[in-house]
């Protein structure tokens, strides 16, 4: 992995430990990023979709596999701090030609998004996950 990728996942561990952050933080863990990296890269998947950016820390792996395989990531998200804390990652992890941020209400905003997707990850608020999967699920590609 490249040292700006490396470096901008640091930086939001980093930014995670701090508790003055406009808005909590949520992220999965450097093992799970890493496990989803994988699986991108194995797949061959082009087109990943994330719904639930937060701070970008997911987008930051599937993203570095994505353009490893010559695709990109569209990643979903409400909140404006979190988008724009996410852009700025991207952009110092060299990603920002990789990741499209799509900003608003992933319930809506998925309605107006073309598949197929290769790989999905589904990230947000836990309760809409039936909703999310009902969503995308006509839209990902089978037998990847």
């Known amino acids: ?21 406009p808005e909590p933080l949520y992220r999965i863990s450097a093992d799970n990023g890493q496990f989803l990296n994988l699986l991108v890269r194995v797949s061959g998947a082009k087109r ?18 994505a ?5 990109t990531v569209t990643t979903c998200e409400l909140s404006e701090y979190k988008i724009q804390l996410a852009k700025s990652v991207y952009e110092k992890a060299g990603l920002s030609n990789t990741i499209s941020i799509v ?6 905003t998925l309605k107006t998004l073309q598949g197929p997707w290769d790989f999905v990850f589904i990230d947000a608020w836990k309760e809409d996950y039936p909703a999310y999967l009902h969503l995308v699920w006509p839209h990902v590609k089978q037998g990847v």
């Open 67 to 71: 353009r490893a395989n010559g695709g």
């Open 1 to 21: 992995m490249e040292q700006r990728i490396v470096d901008a996942i640091r930086e939001l561990e980093q930014l995670d430990e701090q508790t003055n952050a």
């Open 48 to 65: 990943v979709l994330e719904i639930g950016s937060s701070s970008g820390y997911s987008g930051l792996y599937l993203g570095e596999a």
């Open 103 to 108: 900003e608003g209400d992933a319930l809506e």
